[in-house]
């Protein structure tokens, strides 16, 4: 990157802030750069009262061409929260071509100084990805994650013979992710800190993996030049990054990131007690969500044909949701299986992937393996709780004793 000193035609800096000022989905509709803007004039006068020949410069108007702008922003879209030594986490950006003219853009990434931790390169290569403006289907300048599953992800590329970079037309955006993996033994609240930085380039040749470019330079001799020649204009701001990065007007932007550390806190445990049932040999229906309680003390002995309730329960005092849990229960020998329920805060997502209890028929004998009397959770969801209040869900399972 270069720095040249921004002073082309009559762009200043309220005019600058104003362009930096609108939301990364904005148009511009700037005219477009190489734009030749043609001019005539008339004159018509007379002298004692007799007209004289008209004077212009028909023949020969007064051209200038559009400057290139040169603009791009880089911006966060928020920022993301991990968990201790996870993989592939994915932290969002947007790069807009804020200018007049068509660029290619190289990106890069540099860790912040004053966070509490550095990331590592991400396990599943690049270490950045991106997706077409296309891919935004709702024109809202965010990429959902429905919008990212149904899109096109992209594989960040430099390498001759495989070049794969964001180019934008003018007012066109890019949504970038960096991708990196969480270092182990951090704590809640932590924070690992992300500059993503894009270098504005100029085509020069070729199309696709083999597209040729060069990094934009900015004009060096004022606005007093050939009107007619396109100069390349640097209007964009400082960014966070390092000087050496990105600074003003020197063709680059970037924007900060941060993955933050909440991580669950999640413990289980079983106990089982003996209920009472209104017919001997069997149990009555686990009570219905809402209206569970877990038992504090046996209400009946363990006896042949008396009803034993096992409760297994899931505590998250964590900061964020524990997600994908699974949890698998054999009942011994010597029992009968009854029923089975998720009763608290377990959740069962209906969305893929969807959650699932399965559990064996009613009245199934067991023998202590998984062919009889296997009682699986899977893909269940508990909310994020805390340690005075943590969040409570529970697997019931009942049966008779043989």
Same mark, same amino acid.
């Given at each position: 990157?270069?720095?040249s ?5 009559m ?6 802030s104003a362009l ?5 989905w904005?148009?511009?509709d700037f005219?477009t750069a190489?734009t030749?803007?043609s001019?005539t004039f ?8 007799t007209p004289?020949?008209q004077i212009?410069n ?7 061409n559009?400057?290139?702008l ?7 879209l928020g920022?993301?929260?991990?968990v201790a030594?996870?993989?592939? %986490?994915l932290?969002?950006?947007?790069v ?5 003219d068509?660029?290619?853009?190289l990106l ?11 990331t590592?390169?991400?396990?599943t290569a690049p ?5 077409d ?6 024109n809202?300048g ?7 599953a149904?899109?096109t992800p992209q594989s ?7 070049v794969?970079v ?12 960096v ?7 951090r704590?809640?609240?932590?924070t690992g800190?992300?500059l993503?930085?894009a270098d504005?380039q100029?085509?020069t040749g070729g199309t696709?993996?083999s597209?040729v470019?060069?990094?934009t330079l900015g004009d060096?001799?004022?606005?007093d030049a050939n ?5 390349n ?5 400082? @960014? ?9 007007t020197d063709?680059a932007?970037s ?8 991580n669950p806190? %999640? ?5 089982v007690?003996?209920?009472?049932a209104?017919?001997?040999g ?10 569970y309680?877990k038992?504090?003390a046996?209400t009946e002995y363990?006896?042949p044909n008396s009803?034993?309730e096992?409760v297994i ?11 994908n849990?699974d949890?698998t229960?054999?009942?011994p020998?010597?029992?009968t299986f009854r029923?089975?329920?998720?009763r608290?805060?377990?959740v ?5 992937p969807?959650g699932n209890l399965?559990a064996?028929?009613a009245?199934? %004998?067991?023998?202590g393996t ?14 994020s @709780?805390?340690a005075a209040t943590?969040?409570v869900?529970?697997?019931v399972i009942r049966a008779t004793?043989?």
């Amino acid at each position: 990157m270069t720095n040249s000193k921004f002073i082309k035609g009559m762009l200043g800096a309220t005019a600058l802030s104003a362009l930096v000022a609108e939301t990364a989905w904005a148009q511009n509709d700037f005219t477009t750069a190489g734009t030749t803007v043609s001019n005539t004039f008339t004159l018509n006068y007379e002298v004692n009262d007799t007209p004289q020949a008209q004077i212009d410069n028909t023949a020969t108007p007064t051209d200038f061409n559009v400057d290139r702008l040169v603009n791009v922003t880089v911006s966060s879209l928020g920022d993301t929260f991990a968990v201790a030594d996870q993989d592939d %986490v994915l932290l969002p950006f947007v790069v807009v071509n804020n200018g007049n003219d068509e660029h290619a853009y190289l990106l890069d990434f540099e860790q912040a100084t004053d966070d509490d931790f550095n990331t590592d390169a991400a396990t599943t290569a690049p270490d950045i990805i991106f997706y077409d403006e296309s891919d935004d289907t709702d024109n809202d300048g965010v990429l959902s994650a429905a919008e990212r599953a149904a899109g096109t992800p992209q594989s960040y590329n430099t390498t001759t013979g495989a070049v794969n970079v964001p180019v934008l037309s003018a007012d066109e955006r890019a949504f970038v992710f960096v991708r990196q993996n969480i270092p182990a033994g951090r704590v809640d609240t932590d924070t690992g800190g992300v500059l993503l930085y894009a270098d504005t380039q100029s085509i020069t040749g070729g199309t696709g993996t083999s597209l040729v470019f060069t990094e934009t330079l900015g004009d060096t001799n004022g606005n007093d030049a050939n009107p007619l020649t396109v100069e390349n204009v640097l209007a964009d701001e400082d @960014g966070p990054a390092s000087a050496a990065n990105d600074g003003a007007t020197d063709g680059a932007h970037s924007a900060r990131g941060n993955y933050i550390i909440e991580n669950p806190n %999640v413990t289980a445990s079983k106990e089982v007690f003996g209920v009472a049932a209104a017919t001997d040999g069997t149990c009555d229906a686990i009570p219905a969500a809402g209206s569970y309680t877990k038992p504090t003390a046996n209400t009946e002995y363990f006896t042949p044909n008396s009803c034993v309730e096992y409760v297994i329960e899931v505590n998250n005092s964590g900061s964020t949701n524990a997600t994908n849990i699974d949890l698998t229960d054999i009942l011994p020998p010597n029992l009968t299986f009854r029923e089975a329920e998720v009763r608290g805060s377990l959740v069962l997502p209906t969305a893929a992937p969807a959650g699932n209890l399965s559990a064996p028929a009613a009245g199934s %004998v067991c023998d202590g393996t998984a062919t009889t009397c296997n009682v699986a959770l899977t893909n269940a969801t508990l909310a994020s @709780g805390s340690a005075a209040t943590p969040t409570v869900g529970y697997l019931v399972i009942r049966a008779t004793i043989n």
